[in-house]
Each structure stands twice: as structure tokens, then as C-alpha cells.
């Protein structure tokens, strides 16, 4: 009986011991197997938002660096304009009004710059009139220019009218005082004294409007240079 009574016993131990065994490994098992379980939609919705965000970023990324680039032209045109110098350009369309001024910009003042602006209005001859020589000089407290063209520029004048001219001469001599702050032009044409169908212009002009020119011309037609009076001054 007792020996019934401890197989039994032994019995029910060795049972217990197994379940228990049997009853980790699940746990274990469980434990290491835990994985959420996702449908193939599920999947795929997941993978959308993904390829969504990294897009997102890229495009973010790319309008940085294109704000970034921006900010460096823009900074970049603004020291060019800082080098850059405002130019006057003066230019008549007829004897009854005065002159205009365009304001141009440019990255040094040259006499042919000007003049290639004064083309623009059909001041000079579009193509070919260029500055051969310009000197700045200080005679008797006045700061005078010379300026020597080439022989285009004459040729050109032949063909106007006094009206033409006037607009013409006093269109080149404000132009290139203004820019070269200068009391009074005298102009040549390779190298000689500038002589048209209207005038020779011998002395040095100030900056006359065309209708004070003509007066000025007429007047030495008339009666020679010494009785010719220079228009008053504003």
C-alpha cells in the first residue's frame, strides 16, 4: 500500500515537473514570437507614408538650397551695383524744349561709352563715330574738356540742318560735362578744328541748350566772334 502510495506520489510529481516545463517554454516562446500582425494593406499603406516623408524632405532640402542660392545672387547683384556708376546722357528731340537726361548705369565712364548712348537717341552716328583722344585740363579756373573724334561725326553734321546741329553739339557737350563735371567742351575732328556747312567751332562751349546754341551761332555769323554774347547763365 505504501509503495502503491509513493509510486503515486512520485507519480504526481514527475506530471507536475512536466506541466511546469512545458508551461515556460510556452512563455518563452510567446515571448520571443510576439510580432504584430499586419495585413498586406496594412503593409502597404505603411510603405506609402514612408516613400511620402523621404520625398518630403527632399523637396524641403531642395528649396533651401534654391533660397540659399537665390540670396547669393541676389547679394552678389547688389555689390555689382554698388561698383557700377550712374551716367547722365542728354539728348534734344527739337529747338523748342530742352534737353532730356536718361540715366544709365555703367561700370566706368568712358567717352565711348557716352557716345554709344548718345547713338541710341541719334545723336552720333550709330556705328561708326569714336572718341580718337579726350583730355581733361584747368585753364583760367575753368576745368575744360578736349575731345577729338573720329571723322564719321563730321560727316555726319554735313547732312543737318543749323536746327539738327544745335540739338546735336549741345546734346555731345552737356552729355560729357555732366559725366565729367566740366565748365566747357572743346571739340575736333581728327585733330583739327570742327568745321560744318553751319559753323567752326573754335571755342570751347559751355553747356548751352540748342536754342541758346543757335543764338550763339548766329550771332558770330553775323557780326564775327568778338560781338558774339554768350547766352546768360540761369
Known sequence: MKRRNMAALALLAVMLLTACGRAADAVVTTEEMVVPEMSSKDLLVNSLEYLLEDETGEEAGEETAQTEETEKEAVTEDDGAEDEKATVICYGKDMDSGLLEEVITAEEITPDILLNALARHNIVPLL?????????????????IYLNLSGSFREYLMTMSMEAECIIMSSLVNTFTANYHADAMYIMVEGETLVTSHAAYTEAL?????????????????????DAAAPEEE
Do not use: C, I
Not at 559751355?206 to 568778338?226: C, I, N, R, V
Open 206 to 226: 559751355p553747356d548751352y541748350t540748342p536754342g541758346e546754341l543757335m543764338t550763339y551761332l548766329t550771332a558770330l555769323q553775323d557780326g564775327g566772334e568778338e
Open 128 to 144: 561708326n563715330t569714336k572718341a580718337l583722344s579726350m583730355e581733361e585740363r584747368e585753364e583760367d579756373g575753368r576745368s575744360l
